[in-house]
Nanobody
Framework: QVRLVESGGGLVQPGGSLRLSCAASGTIFFGYIMGWYRQAPGKERELVASITSGGGTNYADSVKGRFTISRGNTKNIMYLQMNSLKPEDTDVYYC??????????????WGQGTQVTVSS
């Protein structure tokens, strides 16, 4: 079984930065796309960034230019660098694998997520 553990969230002021980490344990299929999601209470989970095994990336328009996703192949770890944070970025952030950008549902069981709060 694959276990996903997110970390790095916290409370930051608008314009600040955070670096989220996703650590995966268990048997992982390297060919899957990896992604970062976020979800607010009462709202559907949103894919905000993804990266392929070859290093190609894709971002939601709301975060493009501010967030950067990266992948550590040998250590089963993934990062999301978040700069110029806005109050609307406040959400619980999750990581998971996905089949493709047309089928964005997470493949593995969801982790607990990490809370990001942007407020002055």
């Amino acid at each position: 079984q694959v276990r996903l553990v997110e970390s790095g969230g916290g409370l930051v002021q608008p314009g600040g930065s955070l670096r989220l980490s996703c650590a995966a344990s268990g048997t992982i299929f390297f060919g899957y796309i990896m992604g970062w999601y976020r979800q607010a209470p009462g709202k559907e989970r949103e894919l905000v960034a993804s990266i392929t095994s070859g290093g190609g990336t894709n971002y939601a328009d709301s975060v493009k230019g501010r967030f950067t996703i990266s992948r550590g192949n040998t250590k089963n770890i993934m990062y999301l660098q978040m700069n110029s944070l806005k109050p609307e970025d406040t959400d619980v952030y999750y990581c998971n694998a996905l089949l493709n950008l047309y089928r964005k549902e997470g493949i593995y069981n969801w982790g607990q997520g990490t809370q990001v709060t942007v407020s002055s």
